[in-house]
Every structure is written in structure tokens, then in C-alpha cells.
């Protein structure tokens, strides 16, 4: 999952088939946030050197409760949207719906509904 998100923003221009990526110039790299609790901290390591935080992965929760994100999680989010690349801010988008096979609900997904971030999901042709 995270290949093909990459590869939808970085593909190169020069290749003579596919496509091009989003923003093909651009450099990607990866952090493994999931060896240990997603930290605040984890959330804005080195956020002057990104533009763009994909974020594939959402706590779990039984589809009735909802889930925030936790007075730190939230501040972090906050502060690199403000603060992050230069004052430019970063911009991390939320992958929503992970858990759709297991009835699970996007909507109670505190980091998916946060104004810091920007979700995105899709549906089949069943919705």
C-alpha cells in the first residue's frame, strides 16, 4: 500500500508508460511509525524536511465509540500544520475506511475527522 501511494506521487516523468506522478520531482521518504505507539513526537520528526505525511493507518474501534486523537496527537498535528516545512505547514492526509471489511466506521476516527488532516477513502461499485 504505501509502494503504490508513493508511486502515484513520485513516478517519474521520463518513463513511456503508466503515467506521471502527482509531483514528480519530488523526493520520498519513509518513516516506520508502527514499531511502538504513534507518538506525538513520531508525528512531526523532521516536519521542516516534509511536505506531505500519507497516513495509512487508523486506531481501531468497535464502529459505536468514537476515537480521538489525545490532547498530544492533536497539538502535534496542529503544530506541524502551522509550523512545519518552513512555516509553510505539512499536510498530512488520512487514509479513512481501513477497517470498512470489519464494519468498522470511518466517522469515529478521531484522526480522519481532525482539521489538521485531510481524509481520503474510496468505495467499489457495492458502495
Not at 19 to 36: A, E, F, K, T, W
Not at 56 to 63: E, I, L
Not at 64 to 72: A, I, K, M, S
Request: positive net charge; contains cysteine.
Amino acid at each position: 500500500h504505501r509502494t503504490k501511494c508513493a508511486g502515484e506521487v513520485e513516478m517519474e516523468a521520463k518513463i513511456n508508460f503508466c503515467g506521471v506522478g502527482i509531483s514528480h520531482n519530488v523526493i520520498c521518504s519513509r518513516i516506520r511509525l508502527l514499531d511502538g505507539p504513534v507518538t506525538a513526537a513520531s508525528l512531526i520528526y523532521r516536519n521542516n524536511y516534509i511536505d506531505i505525511c500519507s497516513l495509512c493507518w487508523s486506531p481501531k474501534d468497535n464502529s459505536r465509540e468514537f476515537d480521538g486523537l489525545g490532547q498530544l496527537n492533536f497539538r502535534a498535528l496542529m503544530y506541524g500544520k502551522e509550523k512545519g516545512h518552513g512555516g509553510k505547514g505539512n499536510i498530512f492526509i488520512w487514509a479513512s475506511g481501513n477497517g470498512g471489511l470489519a464494519n468498522d466506521h470511518c466517522g469515529a476516527d478521531g484522526y480522519v475527522n481532525s482539521i489538521y488532516t485531510v481524509a481520503t477513502g474510496a468505495v467499489t461499485k457495492l458502495g
